[in-house]
């Protein structure tokens, strides 16, 4: 049986909201069709300017950015998947395995398996492929292992500790294994994410205000985190224009280089009075005066 995990994720439609907005300056606009290898992304995530962009926006997050320097949506998969509580301890070995660009091997086998990410476990797969590798388990009984290690069976860790590895083959191997597999991300998860992450990231960097308009009408009932958007906005040189009832939408929307309050998101105004001036606007054009206002809303 083939199993599915959904996930409602808020930036999903983040990233929907930013798309309409773009489309009215570029109809054919489509975030799945941008270059996954855009400079100005990657810049941003190496200085760590990452407020708002899925997975990447914690302080932490950030200072491991600028030190580890992404340069792939792979680079990503693997920041995401290491800034966890266990795999966070690793960071520093991978970054200098990085930066030296040489891993030593205890054994010659492990290196096409763990060369890609710097000679450290980081995902389930490799721990199924070095189980399958060193003591030729077939793709089932790899996973058994897989599974234990990731539940933390202590009885079966153990058991496949004899079966697996002699001495021969170096003990403190597997240890080393258990150690980072317990805490090892299932890849084609983090390979999702990073791409979200990927995406986000490309808005901020080349649609800020669209991205920055739609992230903060995804956080309308949270004052502190709309105040840490405006914030970075401000950081970016982008104005939020006040709420006008002839200038904004709904939601918070892109208005030039800088963003328009919505006016839902204004205290004690329901959302269904502020389809009726949008309705009346659109019917009847821009209100004129207050008292304008008031005659064609009473």
């Given at each position: 049986l083939l199993k599915f995990d959904f996930l409602g994720l808020r930036y999903l439609t983040v990233i929907s909201d930013t798309e309409k907005m773009i489309r009215k300056k570029l109809p054919d606009f489509r975030i799945e069709s941008v270059p996954q290898d855009d400079t100005?992304?990657?810049?941003?995530?190496?200085?760590?300017?990452?407020?708002?962009?899925?997975?990447?926006?914690?302080?932490?997050?950030?200072?491991?950015?600028?030190?580890?320097?992404?340069?792939?949506?792979?680079?990503?998969?693997?920041?995401?998947?290491?800034?966890?509580?266990?795999?966070?301890?690793?960071?520093?070995?991978?970054?200098?395995?990085?930066?030296?660009?040489?891993?030593?091997?205890?054994?010659?086998?492990?290196?096409?398996?763990?060369?890609?990410?710097?000679?450290?476990?980081?995902?389930?797969?490799?721990?199924?492929?070095?189980?399958?590798?060193?003591?030729?388990?077939?793709?089932?009984?790899?996973?058994?292992?897989?599974?234990?290690?990731?539940k933390k069976k202590p009885e079966v860790i153990e058991q496949q500790r004899a079966n697996a590895i002699d001495e021969t083959k170096a003990a403190s191997i597997f240890d080393d294994i258990v150690s980072f597999a317990g805490y090892a991300f299932n890849k084609s998860h983090a390979a999702a994410y990073a791409v979200l992450a990927y995406r986000t990231a490309f808005l901020k960097a080349r649609y800020p205000s669209e991205f920055l308009a739609a992230l903060m009408t995804s956080e309308l009932g949270n004052r502190a985190k709309l105040a840490e958007y405006m914030s970075e906005a401000s950081r970016l040189g982008i104005k939020v224009l006040p709420p006008s009832v002839n200038e904004s939408d709904v939601d918070f929307s892109s208005d030039g280089h800088n963003i328009r309050y919505g006016l839902s998101a204004l205290k004690n105004v329901g959302i269904g009075f502020v389809n009726r001036i949008l309705e009346e606007r659109q019917s009847s054009g821009n209100f004129r005066s207050f008292t304008d206002f008031a005659e064609r809303m009473h």
């Open positions: 100005a992304t990657f810049e941003l995530l190496k200085l760590g300017q990452t407020a708002g962009v899925f997975q990447l926006e914690s302080s932490g997050m950030r200072q491991m950015l600028t030190t580890f320097r992404p340069e792939s949506i792979d680079d990503i998969m693997m920041a995401i998947s290491m800034y966890r509580p266990g795999p966070m301890e690793n960071i520093p070995r991978l970054i200098e395995n990085r930066r030296k660009g040489k891993v030593e091997y205890e054994l010659p086998q492990l290196a096409p398996i763990l060369d890609s990410t710097y000679g450290c476990v980081v995902y389930q797969e490799q721990v199924m492929q070095i189980f399958r590798t060193l003591a030729s388990y077939s793709f089932g009984k790899a996973d058994v292992v897989r599974k234990a290690i990731s």
